[in-house]
């Protein structure tokens, strides 16, 4: 079955880290991969998308790599912030309109 | 830019009781859905909507739960007899076709506590 795998948190970091969370993915065909971001108290936003091997998606000093030899989606940003702190889901949609989503990964910036 | 809306935030209702969630998906979308997160653990899917029929439904979809577009705006989810498990963030989503690259976009949710 379609499924998604993600680094287990919880994450902290200090402000100006460099933060990555791994997403590795199983699917039958050729999904699209995407980040979704949930800030406290608030529901999920699209933060990037990549929708064909080799795509990067980035968004907010965001980025992720679609690796189709390594099925992964891995989450990068250079520079974090408080404002980053946030549950991060990687999710991936085989057309068929149903996203599934991985675990979640939570992530506490410090000033 | 449009947003998917969701009333109410937050729903308490004791065991036993129905409860129904509301949506207002963005209006040029033809496809609606909901999810679920028990607190702590992953968003899953629970059902798919288009042309005024179930199009997906996940095993947690059961005969408990119900759909429905009951006009050209709303589209709830109907929860019989509920269940303490049933305690959950119940997110609604809309999206355009099925051929499209555009991603789904989500409510802020509906927290539902069952007492």
């Known amino acids: 079955g379609n499924s998604v795998t993600q680094m287990e948190g919880p994450v902290t970091l200090s402000e100006e880290a460099f933060l990555t969370i791994n997403c590795t993915y199983t699917a039958t065909g050729y999904p699209s991969l995407f980040w979704y971001v949930q800030y406290p108290g608030e529901g999920l936003q699209l933060l990037l998308k990549a929708t064909k091997a080799d795509d990067k998606g980035s968004n907010k000093g965001f980025e992720a790599t679609y690796r189709k030899e390594t099925t992964s989606f891995h989450l990068e940003k250079g520079s974090v912030q408080v404002s980053d702190s946030a549950v991060y889901f990687c999710?991936?949609?085989?057309?068929?309109?149903?996203?599934?989503f991985g675990a979640g990964t939570t992530v506490t910036v410090r000033a | 830019e449009p947003e998917v809306t969701q009333t109410p935030s937050h729903q308490v209702t004791q065991m036993g009781q129905e409860v129904i969630l509301r949506c207002v998906p963005i209006?040029?979308?033809?496809?609606f859905y909901w999810y679920r997160q028990i607190l702590g653990q992953k968003v899953e899917f629970l059902v798919s909507?288009?042309?005024?029929?179930?199009?997906?439904k996940s095993e947690i979809f059961d005969d408990q739960f119900s759909v429905e577009r009951p006009d050209g705006s709303n589209f709830t989810l109907k929860i019989r007899s509920t269940k303490l498990e049933d305690s959950a963030m119940y997110f609604c989503a809309s999206g355009p076709g099925p051929y499209s690259n555009q991603p789904q976009h989500f409510g802020d949710g509906t927290r539902l506590s069952i007492l």
């Open positions: 909507f288009y042309n005024n029929e179930i199009s997906e």
């Open positions: 999710a991936l949609d085989l057309g068929s309109r149903q996203l599934s």
């Open positions: 209006s040029n979308h033809l496809y």
